[in-house]
């Protein structure tokens, strides 16, 4: 059993920045690929990026190519999505998920475990 809690979500105008945390409880989270998804209001829940249980590889939607990284931290448990440049369409709840073993990494029903998601909405 894994639970996620994401923090810091908020409020930020267009072209500026937020960094999301992941944090994940027991002891066996560097077994779990990690991802993040998003739905804004009156959307399906989309792919953001992921990251594998080593950190070796990342995987990115075209759409935050460039302007999101993921990282995790195997010791502190935590799963970290850094938003630059952000843009009012980047507006939704982000959820931070788990998968015991991704093989695409995007599709949502490869992870087992979802957060509760965190407000981001971006002012034009």
């Known amino acids: 059993q894994v639970q996620l809690v994401e923090s810091g979500g908020g409020l930020v105008q267009a072209g500026g920045s937020l960094r999301l945390s992941c944090a994940a409880s027991?002891?066996?989270?560097?077994?779990?690929?990690m991802g993040w998804f998003r739905q804004a209001p009156g959307k399906e829940r989309e792919f953001v990026t992921a990251i594998s249980r080593s950190g070796s590889s990342t995987y990115y939607a075209d759409s935050v190519k460039g302007r999101f990284t993921i990282s995790r931290g195997n010791a502190k448990n935590t799963v970290y999505l850094q938003m630059n440049s952000l843009k009012p369409e980047d507006t939704a709840v982000y959820y931070c998920?788990?998968?015991?073993?991704?093989?695409?990494?995007?599709?949502?029903?490869?992870?087992?475990?979802w957060g509760q998601g965190t407000q981001v909405t971006v002012s034009s």
């Open positions: 998920a788990a998968s015991w073993r991704a093989t695409t990494y995007s599709d949502a029903y490869e992870y087992d475990y």
């Open positions: 027991g002891r066996t989270f560097r077994n779990y690929d």
